[in-house]
């Protein structure tokens, strides 16, 4: 049995519904009170770093959008609530041609452009 994602949003101290601005405020008051120059050595569960690890990880999970969303997506998976929809694909719908029953999705390939890198 695997145990799901760790709650970031405990180490934080935060909801889950915290923003942005929330979720830095409560890395660097942890940061400061964790820190081996400012803060007392922790004891607990393992050393200061281990606790300064979790704190950094949790930060960057959950400082990028994209990767706090599919954290949130993990989360729910684990907890066995069903998870949030997908992000909708954009596609054209157009008339079906004589033969074809119904509408035909047609999706156009990608155009590259190229710049100064290439």
């Known amino acids: 049995m695997t145990a799901g994602p760790p709650d970031?949003?405990?180490?934080?101290n935060v909801p889950p519904d915290?923003?942005?601005?929330?979720i830095a405020r409560a890395y660097r008051g942890l940061m400061r009170?964790?820190?081996?120059?400012v803060g007392p050595a922790a004891s607990g569960h393992g050393g200061p770093d281990d606790e300064l690890l979790r704190i950094m990880?949790?930060?960057?999970?959950?400082?990028d959008p994209s990767r706090r969303a599919a954290y949130d997506r993990r989360r729910a998976l684990s907890a066995g609530q069903s998870p949030a929809p997908a992000w909708p694909v954009a596609v054209r719908k157009v008339p079906g041609n004589g033969g074809v029953?119904?509408?035909?999705i047609?999706?156009?390939?990608?155009?590259?452009e190229?710049?100064?890198w290439a």
Not at 18 to 22: I, L, Q, S
Not at 33 to 37: E, F, I, Q, R, V
Not at 101 to 104: F, N, R, T, V
């Open 101 to 104: 029953a119904g509408d035909i």
């Open 114 to 116: 190229s710049g100064p």
């Open 33 to 37: 009170a964790h820190h081996p120059d």
């Open 57 to 63: 990880d949790a930060y960057a999970v959950l400082r």
């Open 18 to 22: 915290a923003g942005r601005p929330d």
């Open 8 to 12: 970031y949003y405990a180490i934080l």
């Open 106 to 112: 047609r999706v156009t390939p990608v155009r590259w």
